[in-house]
């Protein structure tokens, strides 16, 4: 049985609608764009409510077993993509290479009747023949755990992240890739009270920047979020939310003559999660207000709004979709920049035979930040992928992303990529 299943465990509550709910608002932006890929939905703290609206349908004749270990399913991964890139630097004049990228995973989840321990570890690296000064090697590592009491759940969560962000990514610079290291912990306890559920959580958050043109540095930043979040079960599958949220964040890197932009940050978000046997659908309502402790800077707020949505027509298809506005920190624009972000995303994915999986995706991001105008990134993308057995999977994709930066020095950027893909899973 999977951690996610047995969080909801209480006929009527839902925590795990009310953690998600909850990280959803969490005052870790940069996982909206850039780490969002990283962060496992195994990892209790870390589950994503669109993780089982792609490609995660059970299909019995093609699904990896993994390794039993004891107690423990042992998930090992393995893939090696062949393809072409457009714009390896990210510059507006682009000269493309050959691509050649690695990844690999190893994930253990606990077998238990009740409480849960999983982790895993992973890494993506990417080589460029025609750049090699391009190529780059990012990893993670996270271990997560659950205790049931009662009808109560207490989470453990830590997760390092080593990323590397490019212009073509919402909420980064122009100029050489910038290199990010994150650790994150959280902590949280969902107590169960027959339809309410109330669950106080805390988070630290460490970012650590390097690379780039300019002074990275001065985004590094230790971020302490405390969170409470009320939920309604107002019928099964069906719940109201509430999360209150307070942040922390302490700027590490002082600039002589600048102001350091440490602040305060507090948010309110209620919402519905509206369940269904052919369509699931989240909206939030709110408000964040941030405060500056250094007087020569402004605060700022924004309304947070989102409406998500899964329609799986037939059982063969999915569509899910999303809309939001929230406030974010730049993941490595100078000056440690907030923005307004607002995204939009539709994507599609299919079982065209029980062996022949395809996908495809469009999404329009924008950022307006505080201090250096405007940012907005246009991508869409498509794939087929052949289940050849358990083991063994081919695919290929191919993405597109336009990138316009109507900050200092503004410039648009495109990017493309096609690749082959094969996957192993012992």
Request: charged residues 15%.
């Amino acid at each position: 049985m999977t951690t996610a299943a047995r969080i909801q465990a209480p006929a009527y509550a839902t925590p795990c609608v009310v953690a998600c709910l909850a990280a959803a608002f969490s005052p870790c932006p940069a996982r909206a764009q850039l780490l969002g890929a990283y962060f496992p939905v195994g990892i209790p703290g870390h589950e994503s409510w669109f993780s089982n609206a792609m490609a995660d349908r059970p299909r019995t004749a093609y699904d990896p077993l993994g390794i039993h270990a004891g107690a423990f399913v042992v998930r090992p991964s393995l893939s090696e993509t062949f393809g072409y890139d457009s714009n390896v630097a990210d510059t507006q004049h682009p000269v493309g290479s050959a691509v050649a990228e690695t990844q690999g995973r190893v994930a253990a989840a606990s077998d238990w009747s009740r409480d849960a321990l999983n982790g895993e570890i992973g890494f993506d690296d990417v080589r460029y023949p025609q750049d090699a000064g391009a190529s780059h090697t990012d990893w993670s590592a996270a271990l997560g755990a659950i205790r049931d009491i009662g009808r109560d759940h207490a989470s453990l969560a830590y997760t390092h992240v080593a990323a590397t962000a490019t212009p073509t990514q919402i909420g980064t610079q122009a100029g050489p890739p910038v290199t990010l290291a994150l650790d994150t912990a959280r902590a949280s306890y969902a107590a169960s009270l027959g339809r309410v559920v109330l669950e106080p959580a805390f988070e630290a958050d460490f970012y650590r920047f390097a690379g780039g043109a300019g002074d990275v540095q001065a985004n590094d930043r230790d971020v302490f979020a405390g969170s409470l979040t009320g939920g309604y079960a107002v019928a099964p599958g069906h719940s109201l939310v509430l999360v209150a949220n307070a942040a922390h964040a302490g700027f590490t890197d002082r600039i002589a003559g600048l102001p350091a932009p440490d602040y305060d940050d507090a948010s309110l978000v209620g919402g519905i999660d509206w369940g269904g046997a052919l369509l699931r659908a989240r909206a939030t309502l709110g408000y964040e207000t941030r405060s500056y402790s250094d007087a020569r800077l402004s605060g700022t707020s924004a309304p947070l709004a989102e409406l998500d949505a899964i329609w799986t027509p037939t059982r063969l298809t999915t569509v899910s979709g999303e809309i939001s506005h929230s406030l974010q920190d730049a993941v490595a624009a100078g000056g440690a920049d907030s923005f307004a972000y607002t995204v939009a995303r539709l994507a599609v994915d299919h079982d065209y035979a029980r062996d022949l999986l395809l996908q495809g995706f469009a999404q329009w991001q924008a950022a307006a930040y505080r201090g250096r105008g405007t940012q907005r990134v246009v991508s869409a993308g498509a794939s087929v992928t052949w289940l050849l057995n358990r083991r063994v999977s081919v695919s290929g994709r191919v993405t597109y992303a336009r990138s316009t930066d109507g900050g200092d020095g503004a410039q648009t950027l495109t990017h493309g990529f096609a690749g082959l893909t094969l996957a192993f899973h012992p």
